[in-house]
C-alpha cells in the first residue's frame, strides 16, 4: 500500500467506485478506494431510476452490467395510495408518448451490483482495498491524511466521503435531520410472488407488453414497495421479490408488531388491497429481517475546498426511498465530483476563484436538490393523507411535513431539479399539468410564498450601488446526460436523446455528457459580497446581461422588465 495518493474515496459502493472510474478514465490522478466491508455485501436500494443509465455508460462499466444477471429492465412504476385506480408512469412519460422510446433503469440485487462497480474500478487501475476501515480524516494545510483502523496513516490531496449515512469522520460537517418524521424501514425477500405487470385493469400500462415496474402500495399504517431483484439461491440466478414497509416505529410497536420477525412482517401487510393478489402464495426466504430508522438526514455541508474534502451519494443526504432516487443521486454526484476534481487538480489555468465558485455551486446546487425533493414527497404523502383521513401514520406526517425555509428558491427550480414529469405524472392523476397539484400541499405552498414577494407591476426596479457582473464558470448540477432539460431545445436535440435511448451502448455518442467540462456562469455581485448573495445565470440561457444592461445608471418599472 502506497503512503500517498492524489484522491482517497471512503465507500465501496455505488458512488464511490463510479466516481473512481469517472476519474480513472478521464483524468491522470492517482486514485484509492477504502472499503470497510468485504464485498459482496447486502444493501438497501434495489431498484433505480433511469438517469443512473448514462451515469453507468460513462463510467464504462454499463456493458459489464446488462451482460450479469443481477438486473431486471425497469420502466416506470405502480402507485397506489387509494385502492381504487393506482396512478402509473413510464420513466420521462410526457417524452415517452411523443417519441415512444422507453427510458428505462434496471431492479437489482446490490451485493452483486456494488461488487461489479468495484471490481471495474480496480480494473481499469483504481487502487481498492477491502475491509479497510478509515477512522480519521485531518485536513491540515500541506499534509491531508487519513487513518486506517490498523494505524497506517495515508496521506492525499482530496478525501470524498461516500461512505454512506454513518459517516462520522469529517469533523467540520454536522448533520441534522431532513424532516421532521422519523420513519423506520424494513423489508425481507420472498419466493412465488406475482409480477407488478400481472396486475389485472385497464390502467396497468405495463400488462400488454409485460413491462417491468416497481409497485409502492398505501395502507393505513405506512406504504409498502414491492421489486423484483434476481438474486443467488443455492448457486442459481432466482427472481424474488423485495418486500418493503416504511412505517413509524412507534406506530408499529403501540400495534403489538414485532418487524424484526419475517414472518410478522409479511402478516402486517399481506392483506392490502391489490398487494395481496400478488403475494398471497408467497413466503419469506430467510429468518431475517433488515430494518434502517431515523434515515431521512442532511450534512449541513457537502464540501470544503480549504478543507479539501467532497460528500458523495448517502453520505451527503436521504431522504425517503419513494421513487427509487437515491443511487441516480448518488451517481449524479459522482459524476459532478468528477469533474469538480479534474478541474481543481489539473486545470492549471483555473484561478483560486474559479475553483471556490465551482465547489460552492457544488455544494448549494445539490442542496437544493435535497431540499427540494424533500418538498416534493411531502406534497406527495399529503395527498395519500387526503385518502386516509382516518390514519395516524399519514395524518401525522401531514401535520409534521418538513418546512425546510426555501424562500429564495423559484417555482420553476423547484419543479425543474425535483418535480419532474414522472412525479408530475403520479401527483396528477396524469395530466401533466402543475395546476392539478393540491395547493395545500407543502410542495405547492412554497411557490405561493414566493408569489407574495414579487414586485407589483408598477414598483421600480434598479440596481443596488457597486453591482457588476463576473464572468467564470459553473458545474452542471445535476448534469443527467439524456434527459430532456426544464428549458425548452430542439427538435433535433430530442431526436438525439430518443436515439441514445434506443440503445445507450451503441448510440452512446449520441448525446454529449453533461460534466465533461465546466459551463461558463456569470454572477451579479459587488465588492466584498458574499457568495451566497450572489446571483448566478448561464448566459446563453438567460438574459442576465440584458437587464444589466438596462438598469445599469437607470430605474425601471417591473412590467417594463417582465416584457423584456
Known sequence: MQTQYDIIIMGGGSSGPILGALLQKKSNLNIAIFEQEKFPRNKIGKSFTHPIIPILEEAGVLQKIVTSKCWIKKYGGIFDWDHTSPRTTFFDMQNYLEDQVYRWAIHTDRAEFDKILLDHAKELGVSVFEEKKITTYRPNSGNRYVKLKSGEKINCSIFVDASGRKNNVILSAIKSFLSNYKNLTAWIHIT?????????????????????????????????????????????????????????????????????????????????????????????????????????????KFCDLNEGWIMVGDSTYFVDPLFSSGVAFAGGMASTASLLIRETIENQKLTLEAKNDIWYDYDQEWHKIAHSFALSIDQWYYAIAKHNPQSVFWNNRNMLSSDLGIKDEKFNALVDTSLNQDLLTILTSGSLKKEDLDTKGKFLRKPSELNKCEPQPEDQISLHDGIYIREGYSINVPGFKASIPPMNISKEEKEAIATYWKDPLLNSDAVPSETNKLISCCRFTKRGLHKNKEVSFISHKTNGKALYSLLKGNTRAYQELEKK
Request: charged share 25%; glycine share 4%.
Open 192 to 300: 412465488s410472488g406475482k409480477p407488478a405487470e400481472d396486475l389485472e385493469g385497464n390502467w396497468n400500462i405495463f400488462r400488454k407488453d409485460q413491462l417491468s415496474p416497481i409497485a409502492c402500495f398505501a395502507f393505513e399504517h405506512g406504504w409498502v414497495w414491492y421489486i423484483p431483484i434476481p438474486k443467488i439461491i443455492n448457486n442459481k440466478h432466482t427472481t424474488v421479490h423485495s418486500l418493503g414497509i416504511v412505517t413509524d416505529p412507534k406506530l408499529v410497536r403501540s400495534l403489538g408488531k414485532n418487524l424484526n420477525k419475517p414472518k410478522e412482517l409479511f402478516e402486517f401487510v399481506k392483506t392490502i388491497p391489490m398487494l395481496h393478489e400478488l403475494i398471497k402464495d408467497a413466503k419469506p426466504i430467510s429468518d431475517e429481517t433488515k430494518i434502517v430508522s431515523n434515515y431521512s438526514m442532511i450534512q449541513d
